[in-house]
């Protein structure tokens, strides 16, 4: 195994912290990634990772090879694609996270998208918990909501506007608000990330400020379906954007509510870990998914 695979393998077991997960990654024997490991170390004469029992940690001469690696690497990759300008030409593998929402929208564009790059291999990712980009060896993540990871670049896309909804017979039994002093007569479906937080209630912009009415609910949670499928359920109102919901609006199993009190757009912004260069896969793919994302945005 020549040097430059090695290092792949050691960024990959520094990012997972693991050699089975990286091994698995890649798609290699355990052995294969430990050896690599191991003759790189004996090249560089310096150990770059403690290895126990139940972790796998970077030393400190294994961080600083760390980063250059990721460096290095991205280097490599830019120059040995900079001279192919055929999108048949663009190859390697493309792992992606965005919440199963849009990928539901995405994923009937996406046969033309490999198509034209047959040789990219691609990895989609669909859930509602926050991946660790760098630790999960993710190129990029397409995530809707306030963003709190500085080490990571941000591209902003755009927002999605937000609305209210709900079923007609939960309408039908309790009424339909007309103004927020409604809103102590009616429930909630609340959406948290993680089981347990305590949920704000009713969000609307007063004066470009969110505010937010308390509001009872029987029912909190933490997936972006089951908060859909709730609200068609008659289970209580909900606040979301209204690109997932137009479907049932249009074929009136939902209907809109407080039209005058609307929550702040969500932005949409896709994010990946700092780089000098982006390979041309990542840059191509996120070329492609801002313009399939553009119809349902509002300018970023």
Known sequence: MNR???????????????????ADSLGLPKASTSTAVQQLEAQLGTQLLHR?????????????????????????????????????????????????????????????????HPQIELELSCTDRRVDVV???????????????????????????????????????????????DLHRHKMIHYVSTLGQRPPGFEYLEAAECRYVPMQGVLTVNS?????????AGLGMIQAPRVGLTQWIEQGQLIEVLPQYRAEPMPVSLLYAQRRNLSARVQVFMDWLRGIMAPYLDPA
């Open 52 to 116: 126990t029992t139940r972790k796998v940690q970077m030393t400190q001469d294994g961080q600083r090879f760390y980063e250059r690696c990721k460096t290095l690497l991205a280097d490599m990759d830019e120059l040995t694609s900079m001279f192919q300008q055929a999108p048949q030409s663009i190859s390697g593998r493309l792992r992606v996270d965005m919440n199963s929402s849009i990928a539901r929208r995405i994923l009937p564009h996406l046969p033309r998208f490999l198509r034209e």
């Open 224 to 232: 972006v379906e089951a908060y859909q499928e709730a609200c068609l």
């Open 4 to 22: 430059i695979e090695a290092m792949h393998i050691f960024v990959r077991v520094a990012e997972l912290a693991s050699f089975t997960k990286a």
């Open 135 to 181: 630790g999960e060896g993710f190129d990029c993540v397409l995530r809707v909501g306030t963003l709190t990871d500085s080490s990571l670049v941000v591209r902003p896309l755009g927002t999605f506007p937000i609305t209210n909804c709900a079923s007609p017979a939960y309408l039908q039994e309790y009424g339909v608000p007309r103004e927020l002093d």
